[in-house]
Nanobody, 121 residues
């Protein structure tokens, strides 16, 4: 099973930057896509960005040009560099990973516990 631990959240002023990290640990055969999702109060969880093990990326329209997702496969870690932050980016950010426990297993999903990002003056 994969455990995901996020870090890097906090309070930042509008226009500022933050970098989130998510490290995967535990027992697994492989990890494919990793990604970031967010959930604001009273809203549904939404996709922010994903990245495959090969480096293909996908972004929500609302963050294109401002956020950059990257990963270090050797460290099983995914990052989210957030720039030009807006108050509407305020949310709990969750890390997600698709993984296989063994070479013959189906793909499973794992979620981190979330990290709060607050954009405010």
């Amino acid at each position: 099973q994969v455990q995901l631990v996020e870090s890097g959240g906090g309070l930042v002023q509008p226009g500022g930057s933050l970098r989130l990290s998510c490290a995967a640990s535990g027992s697994f055969f492989s990890i494919n896509a990793m990604g970031w999702y967010r959930q604001a109060p009273g809203k549904q969880r939404e996709l922010v960005a994903t990245i495959t093990s090969g480096g293909s990326t996908n972004y929500a329209d609302s963050v294109k040009g401002r956020f950059t997702i990257s990963r270090d496969n050797a460290k099983n870690t995914v990052y989210l560099q957030m720039s030009s932050l807006k108050p509407e980016d305020t949310a709990v950010y969750y890390c997600n990973a698709d993984y296989r426990p063994t070479w013959y297993s189906n793909w499973l999903g794992s979620w981190g516990q979330g990290t709060q990002v607050t954009v405010s003056t």
